[in-house]
C-alpha cells in the first residue's frame, strides 16, 4: 500500500496550494480571463497576503531546524514546504533504509523536521537533510519526556569513574554514580576510584537500563538520568497494579529479597509480599535464613491482599523444599557432584546441584588465593565435594578446594594396569611358602631368581606407593607385608564400587 502511495500519489501536489512550485504549476494551468469575479478577488487577498509577507521574509539560514510538510515524493527527491518561496529538497540517498524516516515511512503531507544544509538562493532551492535533523528531533522528544516525568530504557555504551554513558536515541547522557542501582553507598562513596567499583561499572557496558531525565540542558548538550529513580517509580506503578491483579490463593514465582526474624519478604517482579514464619513452621525452623537465602527463586501462594494497607501475605510451597526430605537417601558426604553457582556472597558463594537443593561454598573451601567476586560467576559449573548435608535445617555443605585435591590424589600409582593382574599377585602373595619351595623346578628357580633380581625395583616402587608406604623394608616379612598392600587394594577398589552404585 505505501508503495502504491509513492507511485501513484507522488506525482500529485499536496493540499497546500500556497506552497511555491506547486502554486506557479497551477497558475500556469490556468489560461488568463477565464476565472470569474469571485477567483479574482480571492486571487488580490491572496496576492495581497504574499505582499505582506515580502515585507516581512522569512529567514532560514544554514544551520537550522525548521518543520516542514511534505508536498511531493519522487525516487530521487523530496519537496517540502518549509515556508520558502521555492520548496526546499530533500535527497532521498540520504534516508535511513528502515524506521523513522526511510523512504516508506514518508508520506505526503507528513510534518518533518529537516536541517538547512545550504540556504535557498535566486537560482536554487534550499538542500535539506532528514538525518541530520534526527538529533534535534530526539532532543525535543527528551525534553517532552523530561517535562511528562516519562520512564524510558537506554543502552549502556561506555562508563568512567563518575558514572555510565548511555545512548538515548542517538543522544548521549550521562547516568551519575550515586544514581546507579546496583552501587552500595560505600562504593558511592568512593567515586569509581575502587577497582571493585571500575568492574561493576564495566560489567554494566552493553546493558539496557530503565532511567528517568533528571536534568536536560539543549544548549550545552547536557543529559542526566537517574536509574535509581526509575526503579523507584516504576516499582510503585508495577505495586499499585499488582494490588489489584492479585487474588487469593494465586501461585506466583518470586525472588527472596530480604530475611529477617519473623519471616522472609518474596519480591513478585515490583511488589514485596511477606511470607511470615508460621509459613515455615512445617520445616521447623527458627529463623528464615536456615531453609532461605537472599536471591533465591521460590514459588508462592497468596494469602491475602490488603489494597489499604498495601500489604501481600504470602506462603512459601512445601513442594519447594520437597527434595530435602530426600537428599541423605541420594547424596552422601565425600560424593562430588556438579554444581551451578547461583549468587556469589562475602562469605563464599551458592551453589545448585539441583532443582531445589543449594549448597554453601564456605570462603575457606575455596581453591587457595581464589576471590569468588572475580573467579566465580552466576551460571559457572564446577566440580563440588559434598562435605556436610543437614536435611533438616536445609542445609549443605560443599567443597571446591577438597575436590580439588581429590583430583590429584586419585592419580593411578604406577603398579599393574589390570584387574587380573593385581589378583593373580594377591592370589601369589597369600601362598604358602613351603608349598611354593617344594613345587619348584628348574623353570620356577629361574623365575624365583627373576623376582629376587626384582625385589629392590619393588621396594623403590612401594615407596612411592601410599599403599606400600608403611611396608617394612628387606626381606623380612616381604610376603606379609605385600599380601597386606594388595587386599587394602582390595578393600579401596570395593568402595569405590558400592560409591559408584550410590550416585
Given at each position: 500500500?505505501q ?14 496550494l ?13 489560461p ?51 515556508g520558502?518561496?521555492?520548496e ?63 520512564l524510558?530504557k ?22 551519575p554514580?550515586?544514581?546507579i542501582?546496583?552501587?552500595?553507598r560505600?562504593e558511592?562513596?568512593?567515586g ?22 533528571i ?12 536509574e ?11 505495586r ?13 514465582r ?53 489494597k ?23 547424596y552422601t ?23 531445589g ?59 599393574p594396569?589390570h ?6 599377585l ?42 606400600l ?15 597386606e598392600?594388595?587386599?587394602a ?15
Open positions: 500500500m508503495a502504491q502511495q509513492h507511485g501513484d500519489l507522488s506525482t500529485k501536489p499536496a493540499a497546500n500556497k506552497s511555491g512550485r506547486v502554486q506557479t504549476m497551477f497558475e500556469e494551468n490556468d488568463a480571463g477565464q476565472n470569474n469575479t469571485s477567483e479574482e478577488t480571492g486571487d488580490l487577498n491572496d496576492m495581497g497576503a504574499l505582499l505582506a509577507a515580502s515585507d516581512n521574509p522569512i529567514t532560514i539560514k544554514r544551520g537550522d531546524v525548521v518543520e516542514g510538510v511534505i508536498v511531493r515524493i519522487d525516487q530521487d527527491e523530496i519537496l517540502v514546504d518549509i520558502l518561496k521555492s526546499g529538497v530533500l535527497s532521498t540517498r540520504e534516508l535511513p533504509s528502515s524506521g523513522y524516516g526511510s523512504f516508506n515511512e514518508l508520506h505526503l503531507n507528513d510534518k518533518v523536521l529537516v536541517y538547512v544544509s545550504q540556504p535557498e538562493t535566486a537560482e536554487k532551492p534550499a538542500v535539506l537533510s532528514l538525518k541530520r535533523a534526527h538529533t534535534e528531533r530526539q532532543w525535543r522528544i527528551a525534553e517532552e519526556q523530561y517535562k511528562n516525568g516519562e524510558l537506554a543502552r549502556v555504551i561506555d562508563y568512567n569513574k563518575g558514572g555510565l554513558i548511555v545512548d538515548v536515541s542517538g543522544i548521549r547522557g550521562f547516568v554514580i550515586s544514581q542501582l546496583n552501587l552500595k560505600e558511592v562513596a568512593s569509581g576510584e575502587s577497582q571493585e567499583t571500575a568492574a561493576k561499572l564495566q560489567s554494566m557496558k552493553d546493558k539496557e537500563l530503565q532511567l528517568k531525565i536534568e536536560i540542558n539543549r544548549a550545552r548538550n547536557r543529559l542526566i538520568l537517574s535509581r529513580l526509575a526503579v523507584q517509580e516504576w516499582r510503585q506503578r508495577r499499585e497494579e499488582l494490588l489489584d491483579e492479585l487474588k487469593p490463593g494465586e501461585v506466583r518470586g525472588v527472596v529479597s530480604n530475611l529477617a526474624n519473623f519471616g522472609a519478604f518474596v519480591d513478585l517482579g515490583g511488589a514485596d509480599g511477606l511470607v511470615h514464619i508460621s509459613q515455615l513452621a512445617w520445616s521447623r525452623v527458627n529463623h528464615p535464613s536456615e531453609v532461605l537465602h537472599v536471591g533465591q527463586e521460590v514459588e508462592v501462594q497468596v494469602l491475602s491482599v490488603d489499604d494497607k498495601k500489604k501481600i501475605a504470602l506462603s512459601i510451597k512445601r513442594a519447594e523444599v520437597d527434595p530435602w526430605t530426600t537428599v541423605e537417601q541420594r558426604p565425600g560424593q562430588v557432584v556438579t554444581g551451578t553457582i547461583t549468587k556469589i556472597a562475602p562469605f563464599g558463594a551458592f551453589a545448585r546441584i539441583e532443582d537443593i543449594e549448597g554453601l561454598i564456605h570462603l575457606s573451601e575455596l581453591t587457595p588465593g581464589m576471590d569468588p567476586k572475580t573467579s566465580l560467576h552466576e551460571g559457572v559449573q564446577l566440580q563440588l565435594r559434598i562435605l556436610r548435608i543437614d536435611a533438616d535445617r536445609r542445609r549443605l555443605g560443599l567443597s571446591l578446594r577438597q575436590a580439588d585435591e581429590l583430583d590429584v590424589k586419585e592419580t593411578p600409582a604406577e603398579g594396569s584387574q587380573e593382574s593385581s589378583d593373580d594377591l592370589a601369589m602373595s597369600l601362598e604358602d611358602p613351603s608349598t611354593r619351595q617344594e613345587a619348584t623346578t628348574p623353570q620356577t628357580e629361574h623365575s624365583a631368581s627373576r623376582r629376587n633380581e626384582g625385589k629392590g625395583e619393588r621396594r623403590e616402587r612401594a615407596s612411592d606407593n601410599p599403599l608406604g608403611n611396608l617394612p623394608a628387606g626381606d623380612e616379612g616381604e610376603t606379609t607385608a605385600m599380601a598392600a594388595f587386599r587394594a582390595a578393600r579401596q577398589r570395593k568402595e569405590d564400587a558400592e560409591g559408584s552404585e550410590g550416585k
